[in-house]
């Protein structure tokens, strides 16, 4: 039973050791909490993403999967009680409906081995009464808010290493121009990249052979390589050049 996961993003990247941290939590815990770094309070640092890959990577251990968006308290019961529903609890729609459900599944009814995710729970209140109290279940919560770390296991998540950032943008549209090196004028591009490598020491790219029938000789170029991306707080957009050459 699996339910609510948000698409896989067929661009992930990285993460290795958060995940392998993530996956040995859940194997001890029964609260885990994916949490921002010590840049505290920064969104879209890839909490979220990281807890939807762990469940596509290792989603089949459980019998039950159920992603709960709790960043609006409301939402939490009514999520539970969905998953009521599709368990054939027959737990109607009272006020009492969701603690039923949950009841059910602390007792082991009827899967023992059930997953639950807490996605964006930024108030420990509105979720704190549906975290398991007995029985074998686990919850994985996701959030702003370091409070979790005194009721549960944590993976404290930090902006992409370099490594990660360069494997990142190697998926992702760049633009590439060539620049006089003095004044910054352009040259030729900028021209739409896929598949470009970019190491520490020189561009690669696949744009094609640019052209610069148009400029004078004897100019001092480089190459400078643009990008943008919009998940700001794990990889902000930039430039950077590579080395001058004389044309
Ligand atoms: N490991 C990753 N690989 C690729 N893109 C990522 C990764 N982590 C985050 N992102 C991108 O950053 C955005 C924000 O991530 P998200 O998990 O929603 O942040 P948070 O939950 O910390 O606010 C995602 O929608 C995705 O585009
Ligand atoms: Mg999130």
Known sequence: MWGGVPARNLDFTGRRALLARLEQQLRTKSVVAVLPGPRRGMGGVGKSQIASEYLYRHGAEYDVVWWIPAEQPAQVPASVIELGDALGLKVGREVTAASRVLEALWAGSPYSNWLLVFDNAESLAAVRDYLPRWGTGKA?????????????????????????????????????????????????????????????????????????????????CVVVLKWSYTGRALLPSGTTKGPEFTW
């Open 140 to 220: 994985l919560v996701t959030s702003r808010n370091a409070d979790w770390e005194q009721l549960a296991g944590t993976v404290s998540v930090g902006p992409f290493t370099r490594a990660e950032s360069i494997q990142l943008l190697r998926k992702r549209n760049r633009r590439l121009s060539i620049e006089d090196a003095d004044t910054g004028d352009t040259l030729a591009g900028p021209d739409l990249c896929s598949g470009l490598m970019f190491t520490d020491f020189a561009p690669e790219h696949d744009c094609g052979p640019f052209d610069l029938s148009g400029v004078p000789h004897g100019r001092r």
